[in-house]
């Protein structure tokens, strides 16, 4: 079945510096990779996405990149800022199925 | 863009009483729904699929005849918890997907906080 693991948490870090929360996926076929982010009380926002293999999905400064051969869709900014404190879900969707997998979240922390 | 509007955006009620949450597409027309609940401090857990018209999927070990998911129309699903407990106190989300939208795109509403006293 699909399966998505990603970076535990807490991640804390100051403010300029590179982010990086990892994201690794079992999937058959080729499924669509997602990060969602949530902000304190609040529901799930679409960050990025990426449908095929060597997309890159971008927004607000955060990138990441479809990596088949790695099965991976690691979330990168390169200066973050405290109001990216937030809890980010990396998540799949295969065609035929109608349910997103959602990786367990990682919370972030920025601090000036 | 999609938007789906979720209320209440919280909720206290009494041990027994039964709460109502709804979801509703604002500019698309939802051909399936997602409740999902979330406990404190971790991800999301999918509690029922709904496509309009038709019964609700429901996943392994989620009370079917407790939380009643109704998706009457093409822009409203409504879960409703019966009979609360203390333990059903959670953040509830819902989401709704639109082949329309091109990829399954998914849109998540704001979410409900219930707080069963």
């Known amino acids: 079945g699909n399966s998505v693991t990603q970076m535990e948490g807490p991640v804390t870090l100051s403010e300029e510096a590179f982010l990086t929360i990892n994201c690794t996926y079992t999937?058959?076929?080729?499924?669509?990779l997602f990060w969602y982010v949530q902000y304190p009380g609040e529901g799930l926002q679409l960050l990025l996405k990426?449908?095929?293999?060597?997309d890159k999905g971008s927004n607000k400064g955060f990138e990441a990149t479809y990596r088949k051969e790695t099965t991976s869709f690691h979330l990168e900014k390169g200066s973050v800022q405290v109001s990216d404190s937030a809890v980010y879900f990396c998540?799949?969707?295969?065609?035929?199925?109608?349910?997103?997998?959602f990786g367990t979240g990682t919370r972030l922390t920025i601090i000036p | 863009g999609a938007v789906v509007s979720q209320h209440p955006s919280w909720v206290i009620c009494k041990s027994g009483t039964s709460v109502k949450i709804e979801c509703r597409s604002l500019?698309?027309?939802?051909?399936?729904m997602f409740w999902y609940r979330q406990f404190p401090k971790q991800s999301l857990m999918l509690m029922a699929t709904?496509?309009?018209?038709?019964?609700?999927?429901?996943e392994q070990g989620v009370e079917k005849d407790k939380f009643l998911i109704n998706h009457a129309s093409l822009t409203l699903s409504t879960l409703t918890v019966t009979s609360a407990h203390p333990e059903d106190s959670s953040f509830y989300i819902c989401?709704?997907?639109?082949?329309?939208?091109?990829?399954?795109?998914?849109?998540f509403g704001s979410g409900t906080r219930l707080t069963v006293v």
């Open positions: 998540a799949l969707h295969n065609f035929g199925n109608e349910k997103l997998t």
């Open positions: 990426a449908t095929k293999a060597d």
């Open positions: 500019d698309f027309q939802a051909t399936t």
């Open positions: 709904s496509n309009e018209g038709s019964k609700a999927t429901y």
């Open positions: 999937a058959t076929g080729y499924p669509s």
């Open positions: 989401s709704a997907s639109s082949s329309g939208q091109g990829d399954y795109g998914y849109t």
